[in-house]
């Protein structure tokens, strides 16, 4: 092929696969969280039928990730932290569709889908707290990749989610894992 085309073929591949890539759920944790042995994005439940709309729900996740939902003219950013009762997630109704409605009143969105368990809401948020403070640094030192003010990072948790945003912010600035590298230096606490 002559070295044009080859060239504007090269180029309209690297495009499509930026934009496959644009959707694709952040890791929270740069290899296995804190206390976990495997690396598991989760299972989603069946649909229940009489649902309408339908609820999506992921159970047995371990490996804790994020999705990004920026707005057009963003003016300020928040962590969406979905409820579930910490056996799962609650990705859409509480979690993707809450960032589509803040993205409206320009609030870019960040929903996590953190660590799932089956231990009770007595002890079931430790994991998701992990998540969500380890969640919040690299937010906030990407903030500028993203457009965003780093001084307005907010937080957003729907039932077992609020009691996750609640215990981070009273945790204050104390982090409840070992820092693991440089991201753990950047604030996790929300504005």
Request: glycine share 4%; charged share 25%.
């Given at each position: 092929e002559p070295p044009m085309k080859t060239l504007f073929t090269l180029t309209v591949l690297c495009l499509a696969s930026v934009d496959l890539f644009a959707d694709e759920p952040l890791d929270v944790w740069p290899d296995l969280a804190p206390g976990e042995t495997t690396r598991s994005i989760g299972e989603?439940?069946?649909?229940?039928?009489?649902?309408i709309p339908r609820v999506t729900r992921?159970?047995?996740?371990?490996?804790p990730t994020m999705t990004v939902h920026i707005a057009d003219k963003p003016n300020g950013s928040a962590v969406i932290l979905p409820g579930g009762g910490f056996a799962?997630?609650?990705?859409?109704?509480?979690?993707?569709?809450?960032?589509?409605?803040?993205?409206?009143?320009?609030?870019?969105?960040?929903?996590?889908?953190?660590?799932?368990?089956?231990?009770?809401?007595?002890?079931g948020w430790k994991k998701p707290l992990q998540d969500a403070q380890r969640a919040m640094s690299p937010i906030r030192a990407r903030a500028d990749e993203w457009g965003l003010d780093r001084e307005r990072i907010g937080l957003v948790g729907?039932?077992?989610g609020g009691?996750?945003?609640?215990?981070?912010?009273?945790?204050?600035?104390?982090l409840t894992y070992d820092r693991i590298d440089e991201?753990?230096?950047?604030?996790?606490?929300?504005?």
């Open positions: 989603t439940l069946p649909f229940r039928p009489e649902e992921v159970v047995n996740i371990t490996r799962k997630v609650v990705a859409d109704k509480e979690g993707t569709e809450a960032a589509e409605w803040l993205n409206t009143h320009g609030v870019s969105a960040f929903v996590l889908s953190y660590r799932t368990s089956d231990e009770g809401p007595a002890v729907f039932s077992a009691q996750v945003a609640a215990r981070l912010l009273c945790a204050r600035d104390k991201i753990d230096h950047v604030s996790h606490r929300p504005d």
